[in-house]
């Protein structure tokens, strides 16, 4: 696990979008497909408008570009406000050269009954493609990653699970009320993310202080299910100085 400071999370961000940017030219240049992992949330926006960037400007092509999104809201409609399908194409996809059929985004309106079947092959396409290079992520107040929220297990797979109560409090401005918010999510489980070649978790923020020390210092645990990626080969933190406040 390795832990890098910056001055600004826009400094962070613009970091890891280098490497993102730096593997898919390598993989091109092998004419191989690069498999990304893909977050949500406020956090990594600077990411996504850095490579939104360097596609215009720089001639980054995600032509070889393959993603998998970590999760969605369960049930919500794709064209919904809060959907995650629209906040990947309003910050990332729309503006970039990806082919829409290697874009991955877990279901939130199939049928209750097929949840479990969809998410076996959700699982099973990652591994057919290889298997994800980069993991991006963010982490929530209760420690989730994705939306594996404390009880979650180190073997989880991708599921449909309960939202904490904390989850639906942080969501609920963005869905006009908390009654809004949905009671369920579909998301990649810890040992789906465990598989992911390189994991960067990204943290902003003095509301994230708490959290990340637990994370990086406290014991493994499934109360907090952000301690359980403390053994992966390739871990890297990338904090701002208010996420890194409570580090001893
Ligand atoms: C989003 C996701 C969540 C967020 C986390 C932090 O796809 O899986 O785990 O990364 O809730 O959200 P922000 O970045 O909005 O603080």
Sequence with gaps: LSILRFETSTDACKRVAREIASLIRLRASE???CVLGLAT???PIRVYRELVRMHREDG????????FNLDEYYPIKPEAAQSYVRFMNEHFFNHIDIFRSNIHIPKGNIELE?????CRDYEELILKNGGIDLQLLGIGRTGHIGFNEPGATR????RLVKLDSLTRIDAAADFGGLDNVPLLAITMG?????QAK???LLAFGQHKAS????AIEGRMTTAIPATLLQNHRNLQYLLDHDAAACLS
């Design 198 to 200: 390189r994991i960067r």
């Design 114 to 118: 097929s949840v479990p079947g969809y």
């Design 155 to 158: 073997d989880s797979s991708t």
């Design 31 to 33: 004419h191989r497909k």
């Design 190 to 194: 810890v040992e789906t993310i465990l």
């Design 41 to 43: 949330g406020s956090t």
């Design 60 to 67: 980054l092509s995600f032509h070889n570009v393959i993603t």
């Design 211 to 214: 959290i990340v020390q637990k």
